[in-house]
């Protein structure tokens, strides 16, 4: 009998996965809470800073758990492919920059908390969402779309598996970051899916956490 447990448990993946991603969801509405009210008060930064240190703690709790019921072939250590890393650090980087300039001359919307960051602009607001777009985000989004998914589904190793996740993964990561715009979620496909493509190639996360960190960075501060 399956242990409902472990990630042998169709069940308990799912449970498991909804219960992550209500967590993603608080992190989230409190994110919004924040940007909504300006000036930033210090409640609600205090709030923010308890849910993400909550959650985070929680998936990094469970994702380490996790990990002890796989095998893997290799991992690759932090700057263990520097040439990799260079060439998909200069690939988030171009498409970001190209990306940018399309919504500086209107051809595609701007995402969300740009809006309100231009409409809102102040010293407080940029190193609130350097540290909420550009760190916090990132970081859980790539536990969601990445970690947790690759550890319920697409484990077997051929190519059929890996391709359905990296489109799979592309598709969650563009849904956590959900854009009122067809031209941005289908850019956040992309993103998510190079993301997840660089999980596989390294079988370590900080790899796509570290793309995801990048890309969200560069979003605010090309703002």
Do not use: C
Not at 141 to 166: D, H, M, S, V
Not at 203 to 212: D, E, F, G, T, V
């Amino acid at each position: 009998m399956k242990i409902l447990n472990t990630p042998e448990s169709r069940e308990g993946n799912l449970i498991r996965y909804i219960v992550y991603t209500v967590g993603y969801l608080m992190v989230g509405g409190v994110v919004k809470l924040v940007t909504n009210n300006s000036p930033i008060r210090i409640w609600d930064l205090i709030l923010f800073g308890l849910i993400t240190v909550m959650v985070g703690l929680f998936y990094i709790y469970r994702f380490n758990r996790e990990q002890r019921f796989f095998k893997r072939q290799h991992s690759l250590p932090f700057l263990g492919d520097i040439g990799l890393t260079i060439g998909l650090t200069l690939l988030v980087t171009a498409l970001r920059i190209m990306v940018m300039y399309l919504q500086a001359y209107n051809k595609i919307s701007w995402y969300g908390f740009q809006i309100i960051y231009l409409k809102h602009e102040s010293i407080p607001m940029f190193w609130f969402l350097i540290v909420a777009n550009g760190l916090v985000l990132p970081i859980l989004q790539e536990y969601l779309a990445t970690g947790f998914l690759f550890n319920y589904l697409f484990r077997q190793n051929t190519k059929l598996a890996a391709i359905a996740g990296i489109i799979t993964s592309g598709i969650i990561f563009s849904i956590l970051n959900f854009q009122l715009s067809w031209p941005l979620l289908a850019i956040d496909v992309m993103f998510g899916a190079i993301f997840a493509w660089s999980y596989l190639y390294t079988q370590a996360l900080w790899m796509p956490m570290y793309l995801s960190i990048l890309s969200g960075l560069l979003i605010v501060v090309m703002t």
